[in-house]
């Protein structure tokens, strides 16, 4: 079976400050990693994914994520937040790009003034 | 680029009343669907796959004749929630494989469902 978790339910952060959210994942065959962002009453972003080739993957606005499979990892990044990141984050794993994602309960990202 | 419309994004209706929500795939075919329900504050959780031509597979836990799903098409599902109460209200979510590397799936846009 797989699962995701992301321990961190709320992250507030201050403007123009670094922030990571944590993910971690569980499976006993490969993974496809992936973190969406979704904005109040909106569907879901692709913010990145990790697929193959190097464990350290950049996405959209600014946002990177590295995959570290010996510690079964997916952490996100971003080196310095904006008040329009305030948003809800998911990591999500996918065993198969044609099957059903399982996704982490999300991370409430607020960025403070 | 492959796109996943779904459509309605809001619906509010009384208590007993059938709500259908398309999800479609567009410039691409789909022949799996998946959908998703997330309740406020929560994460996303997997319904059913919907397959085209055949029935769909539910998730445990899902009542199959309060959510029904038909894929009728290559392009297009719809789900239906039957006889509709509050404890229904949610934001529904549909995906399909796109087959493309760099998005491999899309996720439409979520359906807000209010029941009074």
């Known amino acids: 079976a797989q699962s995701v978790t992301q321990l961190d339910s709320q992250v507030p952060v201050f403007e123009e400050a670094p922030v990571e959210l944590r993910c971690n994942y569980s499976s006993s065959v490969s993974v496809y990693l992936f973190w969406y962002v979704q904005y109040p009453n909106q569907g879901l972003q692709l913010l990145l994914k990790y697929l193959s080739g190097s464990t350290l993957v950049k996405g959209i606005n600014g946002f990177e994520a590295e995959f570290n499979k010996s510690q079964t990892s997916f952490h996100l990044r971003k080196p310095s937040v904006h008040i329009s990141d305030t948003a809800e984050y998911f990591c999500?794993?996918?065993?198969?790009?044609?099957?059903?994602?399982?996704f982490g309960t999300g991370t409430s990202l607020t960025v403070i003034p | 680029g492959a796109v996943v419309s779904q459509h309605p994004s809001w619906v509010i209706c009384k208590s007993g009343t059938s709500v259908k929500i398309e999800c479609r795939s567009l410039d691409f075919q789909a022949t799996t669907m998946f959908w998703y329900r997330q309740f406020p504050k929560q994460s996303l959780m997997l319904m059913a796959t919907s397959n085209e031509g055949s029935k769909a597979t539910y998730e445990q836990g899902v009542e199959k004749d309060k959510f029904l799903i038909n894929h009728a098409s290559l392009t297009l599902s719809t789900l239906t929630v039957t006889s509709a109460h509050p404890e229904d209200s949610s934001f529904y979510i549909c995906?399909?494989?796109?087959?493309?590397?760099?998005?491999?799936?899309?996720f439409g846009d979520g359906t807000r469902l209010s029941i009074l």
């Open positions: 995906s399909a494989p796109t087959g493309l590397s760099n998005q491999p799936q899309h």
């Open positions: 999500a794993l996918t065993i198969n790009t044609g099957n059903q994602f399982y």
